[in-house]
């Protein structure tokens, strides 16, 4: 299926209405399930943040949205606070632009805290995700710090987590082959706390046991449940799957070094890897005719490599293609085969939990229909 026509297919723009600004790939923690190689040495000044920003903002999109959420975002705050004042001065009112920040919360102090604070309460479309994993135990397992650090990763968050308004922020909770049997008690552990707004996903770029998928299956079984027994006017449940892939071909990545790149995925890759994903820098703007053809290009590998697969399956709308497993695959040496058929067993147990918990589609499994019911 040549690339347009599967643009056209699931009513995607061939413009992208979404743009990760990475400001660095350095970061605080060290976790071991973290899919960002960490080998771009460069970091974004605010002038080429302000281009790039201008350049997003004039594609001819009604939605757009400019995340905050790969590596650390908040590890240089003074550009943080600038860019976000930027873009919010300089977005067109014509439009609705929605801006998410996804922080580990070490860096969350109290002045960036505030700042945080005032801009989700006096701008509509502002959100706030924080990754926590539940208990300390768990939490700890997979996010390491330097060594001679006294302190843990719960420790050193915990405590600027709990001073944030916890109906207004999205708990970013992760489930690891090794920590799902304690699924329960960390979901409990969250609730107790306050939180009220989930998104639930499985670790990525991993193979899981076939008893801990039975393992998941259950849990989320019983996480549907529980949701669907209580109000959702207090709670707040998604179901995802970061894999998932129909979103991607509305992405683009503004990168440290001040390139634009096809998605934010490329930072799996090391960086002297990246080259041939690049799409524009904040000199010269984003070659949409590059984007669609590397998509074009990836997408048939993919098809290819997947042997159809995705094309006959039934998910296909809701999960779409692995692009960013295929890609990681490729360049780690490693049978995408495999990994894709784990895939395929983890991706169809959350899509028929995001389907069974919200029967309206509320959940994001295709931006499309949400937008409908909007």
């Known amino acids: 299926m040549p690339m347009l026509d599967y643009f056209s297919d699931h009513n995607i723009s061939i413009y992208p209405s979404q743009m990760d600004i990475a400001f660095t790939e350095r970061c605080n923690q060290g976790c071991d399930y973290c899919w960002v190689n960490k080998s771009n040495p460069y970091a974004l000044n605010f002038n080429s943040a302000k281009a790039g920003i201008e350049f997003f903002l004039k594609m001819p999109v009604k939605r757009q949205t400019i995340t905050f959420t790969t590596s650390e975002p908040l590890m240089i705050p003074e550009l943080y606070q600038k860019t976000v004042e930027y873009i919010l001065k300089n977005a067109d009112s014509r439009k609705t632009l929605e801006m998410i920040t996804t922080t580990n919360g070490i860096n969350l102090n109290n002045q960036i805290s505030r700042f945080i604070i005032k801009k989700i309460y006096s701008h509509k479309h502002f959100r706030l995700n924080i990754s926590i994993d539940g208990r300390q135990q768990s939490h700890d397992a997979h996010r390491k710090l330097s060594a001679g650090c006294k302190k843990s990763a719960f420790d050193l968050s915990w405590d600027n987590f709990l001073s944030l308004p916890k109906n207004k922020v999205r708990v970013i909770f ?14 409990n552990f969250l609730i107790a706390s306050g939180f009220k707004v989930f998104d639930i996903f499985p670790q990525v770029f991993v193979l899981w046991p ?5 393992k998941i299956e259950k849990i989320l079984a019983y996480l549907v449940e529980y949701a669907n027994t209580h109000s ?12 998932w892939g129909s979103s991607h071909y509305n992405k683009l990545l503004l990168s440290s070094d001040g390139n634009f790149y096809l998605f934010e995925w490329v930072m799996a890759l090391p960086y002297r890897e990246r080259k041939s994903f690049i799409i524009g820098n904040t000199a010269k703007g984003i070659d949409l005719e590059k984007r669609i053809r590397l998509f074009d290009v990836l997408f048939k590998n993919v098809a290819k490599s997947a042997k159809q697969r995705c094309l006959r399956c039934s998910y296909r709308v809701l ?23 784990n895939f395929c067993k983890i991706s169809r147990i959350f899509i028929t939990a995001s389907q069974k918990l919200n029967k309206d589609i509320r959940c994001d499994l295709d931006s499309r229909k949400i937008e409908r019911l909007k």
């Open 174 to 187: 992760t489930v690891t082959p090794s920590e799902v049997d304690y699924f329960e008690q960390n979901i």
């Open 210 to 214: 076939q008893e801990k998928i039975r």
């Open 232 to 243: 959702k006017e207090s709670y707040d449940w998604r179901i995802l799957n970061r894999l």
């Open 319 to 341: 999960c779409s293609c692995p692009l960013p497993l295929f890609l990681w695959c490729n360049y780690s040496g490693l049978d995408f085969d495999l990994y894709f058929s």
